[in-house]
């Protein structure tokens, strides 16, 4: 069997860096190593209306949103396929039978799903489709056979269920669906990139995040407005680096040569660091240096976006083709799916020969 990966992200808005480093940067990286047989990258819009179903406009307005993200951080079409999950009418029939193998108190404590319900305020009005997205999930995971799911580490659980999904299905039916491993950012200050205010998660719906779309006017003043020491008053002031969401960043994003090209007085992070916590170095000579990080690394992704944005027929038929793709795919699955749940009637000529016999020789 060959190497699939499967991934994707919910149109609620454009990406950002939290999407970049956790999980884009290192797609197109695998995407060009030639290393898998198959890659599949989902706009997971049915996922983002279990939380949106009230504003369906919003999620069809920020499909093209995510297909150009994708395309301008060096998705390629022709070696990744790129599809919208509601255009895969098997991936809900299979989250239908998987529904059958997931009791509700293990969906309760699934830590995402809980963390989730909690951001998002629900109480006790959550939404059933809310509450049973990782079996939807798993559906999607299963469906294309993916061997390996690109993500950030908040997804772990998730991919766990799907495990547990795999292995009781596989159990009760017969060796079928393939179980998935997680591919985590190896970078560890990507595993989970805070936002600019300093929390625990750049979310679109917190208001925290620099969007790869983002102007470079735009992102300047996100960057000199970031979450910084709150104890680092003055620039002789000892300055700490931990919960220091600028010094995150660049844990994440820089390198020896933007150091050489940008800040030459130092020639490493670390040195920047030393200096920063024994004092006498300011926030806004770090931050600006962030900045010129970030603009050298966006600017030809805001670029190459630029050149999409001319051609969205050509855009939309991409994601159609893709979606012809991906359901071919799907179907296969779901074919051995049902063969295996012994729920593929009209396919199976001996078991409408025994049972005539049976009702023959009964006579």
Known sequence: MGKIILTGDRPTGKLHLGHYVGSLRQRVELQNSGLYDKVFIMIADAQALTDNADNPEK????IIEVALDYLSCGIDPTKST?????????????????????TVARLERNPTVKSEIVMREFGKSIPVGFYTYPISQASDITAFRATTVPAGVDQEPMIEQTREIVHKFNSVYGETLVEPEILLPSNAACLRLPGTDGKAKMSKSLGNCIYLSD???????????????????????????DGNCVFTYLDAFSCCDHFAEFLPDYACLDELKAHYQRGGLGDVKVKKFLYAVLQQMLEPIRARRKEYEQDIEGVYEMLKKGCEVAREEAAETLNMVRRSMKINYFEDAELIRQQSQMYKSAK
């Open 215 to 241: 102007s470079a006017e735009d992102l300047r003043k996100k960057v000199m407005s970031m979450y910084t020491d709150p104890n680092h008053i003055r620039i002789e002031d000892p300055g700490s680096i």
């Open 59 to 62: 999620v069809r307005q920020n």
């Open 82 to 102: 790129i599809f919208i999950q509601s255009m895969i009418p098997e991936l809900t029939e299979l989250a239908f039978y998987y529904m059958n193998l997931v």
